[in-house]
């Protein structure tokens, strides 16, 4: 898989992504278009044999203690072999580049896959958001990561796998079957999964 920074001229393609992960209430192009242009924001794309299949974004300001998943959708072909969880990792790993300490998201109760994917990384379940997506009205689960706890832990788990022997299998945790989608907490839904025009709604749940 490649990871890199998401440009303007990958709007089509995410908004493709964003109407098929998010039938019932995929964020507009507008909205869209301001979340990946925002300079509070990080969005990345994956891609594939040149094509963006999967997308997501945090919003951290620039030294700010909190941070926000926005959203992460991954093409449903691909879903269970990782990627959901690489991507999310390295919108964490940018919201703690940026002082960070800790990143909150929301999430779909009805979504059980990709809570357990974020319980797996650290999150922690804070509140439920009553009928929070809407057409649906389905509950949204408020979720904390402790930004230092989570980095301490790669920084051992990467000594690990660095002193492992060479004929062994490295160390890794173990790959969920991630379903990406989610939409995330301040850009109402920030892509994957939310609201429309209102950045703040996860719709993970695909990860």
Partial sequence: MTLRVVTVDDLDAIMSLERRSFPSDAW??????????SAHNVYLVDEEGGRIVGYGGVRALPG????????????AALR?????????????????DRGARELFLEVRADNPVAQSLY?????????????????????AVVMRLDLRGWAAHETQENARNAGADAGSAPAIRAI?????????????QDGSDAEQDVPDAEQEAGT
């Fill in 28 to 37: 507009s192009e507008q909205t869209m278009g301001t979340e990946i242009s």
């Fill in 64 to 75: 700010g203690a909190d941070a926000d998943i926005q959203t992460i959708a991954l093409d």
């Fill in 80 to 96: 269970g072999r990782g990627r959901g969880r690489m991507l999310l990792r390295a919108l964490i790993a940018r919201a703690r």
């Fill in 119 to 139: 319980l797996s990384e650290g999150f922690v379940e804070l509140a439920r958001r009553p009928r929070y997506y809407q057409p649906d009205d389905v509950d």
């Fill in 176 to 188: 969920s079957d991630d379903s990406v989608a989610a939409h995330g907490s301040d850009a109402e």
